[in-house]
């Protein structure tokens, strides 16, 4: 009996394969954008564990000088004195274009060496530690070298970052001309009995235990939290039409439950084969949905890639694995979804008579009870929203306003679309119009899921739209500040550093050394700069906020500029006090926007950084010179000194390059974006498609009247385009809304920095148009149907018993 | 002998190539320097390390007796190992390090090992003074004393111990003068020992310290290639018999009866070299070390000194759990003679 009975309820499908599309694309498309996310998130993570596994940060305590660099003698001593260490030195290596952070490790004591992808190359201890030594790189590293030259053979290990290059410490050494220093020890485990204690042999060295959690992971976290949400957003979308199908198809089937109930099939059996209906569909829509997912952050991972490099420093593999988790969240999500969509229907089923008629709901006025009780929860959710903002901050709390401004919304939009076409509808003489009017509201309820998932769509759009331009525009302007220098030079060493400086002095308007050193500025890891007087910074340096004279006070008093997002975090502001070392305090002057770095900075006078840091490194220069004499000087310059091409760099290649970044961010959001739109767009094709099964029995009464089939097709399009109109003008304010949380609350809890809000008057009318076109496009299968429909099956309304 | 282990094997860098014999000591020499049987020995230059020679090591083991009435045995070598015939500076130096020690009780077994590059100062050793160290770990001598005095101290996470050294006799030449042949086809090493210390110190164990007096026994060895391809490994064993004489005795490995060799030496500290096959080793119990059959028992005889001696391991588990596992501990002799040693055994895989 089972048998038959799915095969009864199976057979509904094939007769509406349609049905089956949009039910099986729907939580395909809900998944896999669902998923996609999930598996970029999941890439990011695992990249994010093997990096703080190389750097020893995730494990390991680390000991480092505060004047950069440790003797190798002192490492010894601590070796002598019973401390088990490990040795790093790190450097940049540039391998063809790119750039590699480049750790040196002694191999004999490195706790955990790369394992080799595969013994293409020979990694014996004596390959490693003599001649030219071996470079050990993830496998898309080496790939992407492409025939560079590279100093040692390269071995491929997944035990790397991209971005990462790995070698022994007598390669490394030779390679960055830093004989005799290194970067840090690492502190390994298992340490002897009864040694004397670190803070009495190395008090001039600093300790840093492990943090719990690897410091990228919490800079990045914001950014994942920017993807789950637009993945959540997008699977709520997708949910929204496959609630529609599965509803439909419950109603479709009644007859069919009516006649197997009266075969003798128990409710139980029924509802059973129904679950197993779902579970089937969900399981194949899932599958299918992990493809789509699978696609989709393959190809959005190498920009994701690049923009977490760019805005946090944060390496990620540009290839995707597949991990079983993955495949299992994914096809629980589909599930969940299928039972979720599916609830109503097998409540309804559950509690059906067994010989009530199989009719059709009669399709409700919206009754006004409901409507307000909609409109209640809309407006307790944005408050909640509100409140949750008020009462808590961070990003979590600005997330919590996001959703409740828009689910509240959502919840409000068919009330207030009601009340809008019942005032329109009062309004109107014309008894076709009315009719119209009338025919509108009365289908409210069947497409307000789908148009509530439009409205969503639209004010996401809008609102992102808005903050990336809005962020477009700030940022271009402040690179132009920022980057007042015509040309950057960086030099291979200090000697080299002050003759390039010498030679260019003569040969240009200002050479600003460019010095800095690694410094915790209030708890946090970051970097201290120190510039010279100069108009270059007076006139351009991108203040925020200052005190008067703010550049004189930094030049001859104790003072210092520090950047928006050390501000924001801290909550120092000019007038407080800023601790730079024990004993070393500095009054805040001034605060300047730093956009697309993560970590605290700050400003002091070039004397004041040399008092704090003598032996810091002097090898970077910005160079002012006319703007013509640009590409001369560099050739010049590069000629002199036999320099390489990249360390030569002019100002509008720095721009290019940073904007590229910004570029990159966005392009995953815009993605995602248009994707969430498109999954909009098919909800509300299939809410029409739904509706137009049920329209038969209103529509007859109307043709019968004299309306021609034409007429009718024409008005159902029409209808479509002024419900998506509606529509697309409430999402406007509520957009601009969600692109004022982005910029005001988001992006200070995300990135620390605020930005100015712009509007896009043009985008909004592109967007406009482009919904108006989803909603003709929607509206043109069941429009044609209706076209096509013999008027014999129109009359039959009339003849069937209702 | 005391063919003892050397070479790191880094299996920790992954790759290694599968080395010949064990711990690779049957690689070809190459560029290595190979002992020659008409150079003599120099002292005190042949204390401290020899660069061009592939393998070398510096090895002493103790028999001790604590005041809590128990029987010890400590271990502390140092090796050497070159991946290149020469030395350099800082990290470039193909010269590396391995230190391992160990104390050894019936009931426990501790050990540590450390790994160093050369180059750099963490490990090294000085002919005179004497003074051989790796991290904290040292075997060091006084002025002008050569081996004579020594002291001797090593830790690990559960261990520690701090000995003072006195030679009570002359050191002893292996082979010819010190050229030391380990195979039928005439691979050798320089090898010499100082088998007659007397021993006083402390051990620090997770229980407790514990003063202890005792015998030590020095071996100081380097080649660049020992053993035959065919050789998997050896049966090393240093006895010091209460009469007062003392015997080195080893079995070399291979697919048929092996390659043994022995000195003979008298309690005045005179010694006679034993040729190939005149020393009779024989296992007659095993233990079951680390998933592996260990013998721990043998049947010893040298019928030319009416030798037939069974030795005991102490902790049949003294198994040296390193980078290059192998089986090393204190030993007890009963029979023909009575006494205490060490023994070691390689190549049990």
């Known amino acids: 009996m089972r048998r038959a009975g799915l095969s009864a309820l199976l057979s509904h499908w094939r007769r509406q394969p349609l049905q089956l599309l949009t039910l099986v694309l729907g939580l395909a498309l809900a998944t896999g954008l669902w998923s996609a996310v999930q598996a970029i998130n999941g890439q990011a993570r ?126 490394a050494e030779r390679l960055l001309e830093r004989t005799g220093e290194l970067s840090r020890l690492l502190v390994l485990p298992d340490q002897a009995l009864g040694i004397a204690p670190l803070a009495v042999l190395a008090p001039d060295l600093v300790l840093t235990e492990p943090d719990g959690e690897a410091e990228i992971s919490r800079l990045t976290d914001s950014f994942h939290l920017n993807l789950t949400a637009f993945g959540l957003l997008s699977f709520a979308v997708g949910l929204f039409i496959v609630h529609g199908t599965v509803g439909l198809a419950f109603q479709q089937r009644r007859a069919m439950f009516r006649s197997l109930r009266a075969l003798g099939m128990p409710l139980a059996v029924l509802t059973q084969l129904l679950l197993i209906e779902l579970v089937l569909l969900a399981l194949f829509a899932g599958t299918l949905g992990l493809i789509i997912g699978y696609a989709i952050a393959a190809a959005l991972l190498p920009d994701v ?198 030679w260019l002095i003569p040969r240009s308007e200002a050479v600003l050394p460019l010095r800095n050193a690694e410094i915790r500025l209030a708890g946090l890891p970051g970097r201290l700069y120190g510039v010279v007087d100069h108009a270059t910074y007076r006139d351009h340096w991108p203040l925020i906020r200052a005190v008067p004279d703010v550049w004189d006070r930094l030049h001859n008093e104790r003072s210092v500029l520090i950047n928006e997002q050390l501000a924001r975090r801290a909550k120092l502001w000019p007038g407080d006090d800023i601790t730079l070392r024990e004993g070393w305090n500095a009054k805040i002057v001034g605060v300047y926007s730093d956009f697309g770095n993560p970590n605290p900075q700050a400003i002091v006078s070039l004397p004041a950084l040399l008092d704090l840091f003598p032996a810091i490194p002097n090898r970077q220069f910005g160079v002012r010179v006319a703007p013509e004499r640009v590409a001369g000087l560099a050739e010049e310059l590069s000629v002199a000194f036999d320099l390489p091409a990249s360390a030569i760099v002019d100002q509008s290649t720095i721009k290019a390059r940073s904007l590229a970044v910004f570029e990159k961010t966005f392009v995953v959001t815009g993605a995602l974006n248009i994707l969430t739109l498109g999954v909009a767009s098919f909800a509300i094709l299939t809410s029409l498609l739904t509706l137009w099964s049920l329209r038969l029995p209103q529509l007859a009464p109307v043709w019968a009247l004299g309306l021609t089939r034409r007429r009718l097709a024409r008005l159902e399009i029409l209808r479509s385009i002024a419900l998506t109109a509606m529509t697309a003008c409430l999402a406007l304010p509520l957009g601009l809304v969600l692109a004022w949380v982005l910029l005001a609350i988001i992006n200070v809890e995300a990135f620390g920095w605020r930005l100015p809000m712009y509007l896009f008057p043009l985008d909004w009318a592109r967007l406009a148009l482009l919904a108006l076109l989803a909603g003709a496009v929607a509206a043109i299968i069941p429009a044609r149907r209706l076209r096509s429909t013999p008027p014999a099956d129109l009359l039959r309304v009339f003849s069937n018993e209702r | 002998m005391n063919v003892r282990i050397c070479t790191l094997l880094l299996i920790l860098l992954g790759g290694a190539a599968r080395a010949q014999g064990f711990a690779g000591l049957g690689t070809d020499a190459e560029d290595f320097a190979v002992p020659r049987r008409d150079v003599a020995l ?308």
């Open chain 1, 46 to 171: 695992l990249s994010y564990a093997d990096a703080a596994e190389q750097l020893g940060a995730g494990r390991l305590a680390h000991l480092t000088a505060p004047t950069g660099s440790i003797p190798l003698a002192r490492y010894v001593e601590l070796r002598r004195a019973g401390w088990k260490l490990s040795p790093v030195l790190e450097g940049k290596l540039q391998l063809g274009d790119t750039v590699f952070r480049l750790l040196g490790v002694d191999s004999l004591s490195y706790p955990v060496p790369p394992r080799p992808v595969s013994d293409s190359v020979s990694a014996r201890p004596g390959d490693i530690l003599t001649g030219p030594g071996r470079l050990f790189l993830n496998p898309d590293s080496a790939a992407g070298l492409d025939g560079a030259t590279v100093p040692a053979p390269v071995i491929a290990t997944r035990d790397l970052p991209v971005g990462v290059a790995l070698t022994d410490i007598s390669v």
């Open chain 1, 305 to 502: 890639a690049a923009s977490l490099r760019g805005l946090y420093g944060a390496s990620v593999a540009g290839s995707l694995t597949l991990r079983p988790a993955w495949i299992a969240s994914g096809l629980a999500i589909a599930l969940l979804g299928a039972l979720i969509a599916g609830a109503q229907g097998l409540w309804h089923l559950h509690r059906l008579p067994i010989l009530q008629a199989p009719g059709l709901q009669s399709w409700r006025l919206g009754s006004a009870a409901r409507d307000r009780a909609q409109a209640m929860t809309g407006i307790g959710l944005i408050a909640a929203g509100i409140l949750a903002q008020w009462l808590a901050q961070g990003l979590l709390a600005g997330f919590a306003l996001l959703a409740g401004l828009m689910l509240g919304a959502a919840l409000l939009l068919p009330p207030v679309l009601g009340q809008l076409l019942a005032r329109v509808g009062t309004r109107t003489r014309a008894p076709v119009a009315q009719w119209v009017w009338a025919d509108l509201r009365s289908h409210m309820p069947g497409l307000s899921l789908a148009l509530m998932a439009l409205l969503l769509a639209l004010a996401t759009n809008l609102g992102v739209g808005t903050m990336v331009s809005s962020f477009r525009l700030t940022f271009t302007g402040w690179l132009d500040q920022r980057l007042a220098s015509e040309l950057y030079v960086t030099a291979r060493s200090d000697t080299e550093g002050e003759a390039i400086s010498q």
């Open chain 2, 42 to 349: 120099e002292f005190p230059a042949d204390y401290g390390p020899h660069p061009a020679f592939r393998i070398e090591w510096w090895y002493l083991t103790s028999t001790l007796s604590g005041d809590d009435g128990r029987d010890y045995g400590i271990q502390w070598t140092l090796f050497r190992s070159a991946l290149a015939p020469q030395e350099a500076e800082g990290w470039q130096s193909p010269q590396l390090w391995m230190g391992h020690a160990a104390i050894t009780s019936e009931t426990s077994h501790l050990f540590d090992e450390r790994i160093a590059r050369g180059g750099i100062g963490q490990a090294g050793v000085t002919a005179a003074p004497f003074s051989a160290w790796i991290d904290d770990w040292e075997m060091t001598g006084q002025p002008d004393t050569g081996l004579s005095e020594l002291r001797l101290a090593a830790r690990g996470k559960d261990f520690r111990y701090d000995l003072q050294l006195r030679a009570d006799g002359p050191m002893v030449l292996h082979g010819e003068g010190g050229f030391s042949t380990k195979s039928k086809d005439g691979r050798a090493s320089y090898y010499y020992s100082q088998p007659a210390y007397a021993v006083t110190g402390i051990l620090h164990l997770p229980q407790g310290s514990v003063r202890v007096t005792g015998q030590g026994w020095l071996d100081r060895e380097w080649s660049s290639q020992p053993l035959a391809e065919d050789q998997s490994g050896w049966d090393w064993f240093s006895l010091s018999f209460d009469s007062g004489a003392r015997m080195m005795g080893a079995r070399v490995r291979d697919g048929g009866a092996g390659y043994t060799l022995a000195t003979w030496i008298a309690p005045d500290g005179s010694s006679r070299v034993v040729p190939d096959g005149a020393l009779a080793l024989e296992p007659t119990e095993t233990s079951v070390v680390e998933g592996r059959n260990v013998p721990t028992t043998w049947r010893v005889t040298l019928p030319d000194r009416q030798l037939d001696v069974t030795v005991t391991a102490l902790n049949p588990q003294s198994w040296m759990g390193t980078s290059f596992p192998y089986w090393e501990g204190p030993v007890s002799v009963t029979g023909s003679h009575t006494g205490r040693g060490y023994l070691e055994m390689t190549g049990y895989d």
